[in-house]
């Protein structure tokens, strides 16, 4: 039984130099039959730098959402490298991204993915336990608290509401202190109300406690909460805004539709 405490601070074997938390270089990601390839991203190079609040748009079929599983190690791309802080992902086993993943990489999705018998405490532990690790108490406290849900850490997700079950996904995806918090249409299942609130906790993590937030998002107003903004059209990037408002946003979009 390992005895290692989520939370804690890494080995110095771990520790990273790089302004990055992530980085993509010519990233090309190919799927299909030798004779019907579908090329999802196109030799895409993209840099994301701690502390920062990136969000990623494009058409439906753009390859945001394959740039954002490459970037976390949940997809291999055919080409191209990707770097997690000084830690290359090229080459390493399933096992050894398994790993990676778990320790610094959290994850906030559409569906909320919570297991219903469980309490918010056990469902933000869940996978650090299921790797027989442990959470200080104190970490565990600090995030409900971070998330406005210390006060209902032993209800259960039927006794919540949809953004309060997404607020749980963010702490569970902050327990361990990742190099990158992957989040993919985090808003997409919530009401406007719920959205505003989900959106701002993400910008509070950014603000706030320095974590590194990568987003899809359809959504302009989403969107228009982070640092920047990039474009994907076709696979490959297709410009940038930087702290823009809704409106850019959706104007942008406007124009990629029309390629």
């Known amino acids: 039984m390992r005895t290692t405490r989520a939370g804690s601070r890494r080995p110095a074997e771990t520790a990273v130099t790089s302004p990055d938390a992530v980085r993509l270089d010519a990233v090309s990601k190919e799927y299909g039959s030798p004779k019907q390839r579908v090329r999802a991203l196109d ?19 753009s390859g945001k959402s394959t740039l954002l599983h490459c970037a976390a190690g949940l997809d291999r791309p055919t080409s191209g490298r990707v770097m997690l802080g000084d830690t290359e ?24 993915n919570l297991i219903g018998a469980l309490s918010v405490a056990d469902n933000v532990t869940l996978p650090v336990r299921l790797a027989e690790r442990s959470v200080e108490p104190a970490r565990l406290s600090e995030v409900l608290a971070a998330v406005g849900l210390a006060e209902f850490r032993d209800r259960r ?17 902050l327990v361990t202190r990742p190099d990158l918090v992957c989040a993919d249409e985090p808003t997409g299942a919530l009401d406007s109300r719920s ?27 989403a969107a228009a909460q982070a640092d920047r903004v990039l474009f994907l059209a076709d696979g490959r990037l297709a410009g940038e805004l930087h702290r823009p408002s809704a409106e850019q946003v959706a104007e942008r979009m406007t124009h990629l539709g029309e390629r």
């Open 89 to 112: 992902l090229s080459g390493r086993s399933e096992t050894e991204l398994t790993e990676l993943r778990r320790d610094r990489i959290g994850f906030v999705f559409q569906a909320y």
């Open 195 to 221: 959205s505003r609130q989900v959106l701002a906790l993400l910008r509070r993590i950014v603000d706030e406690f320095g974590q590194t937030v990568l987003m899809v998002t359809h959504d302009p107003v």
């Open 43 to 61: 030799a895409v190079t993209a840099s994301f730098g701690r502390g920062t609040f990136t969000a990623v748009m494009g058409p439906s079929g």
């Open 157 to 173: 997700p039927s006794q919540l509401s949809g953004g309060q079950q997404q607020r749980v996904a963010i702490a569970r995806a």
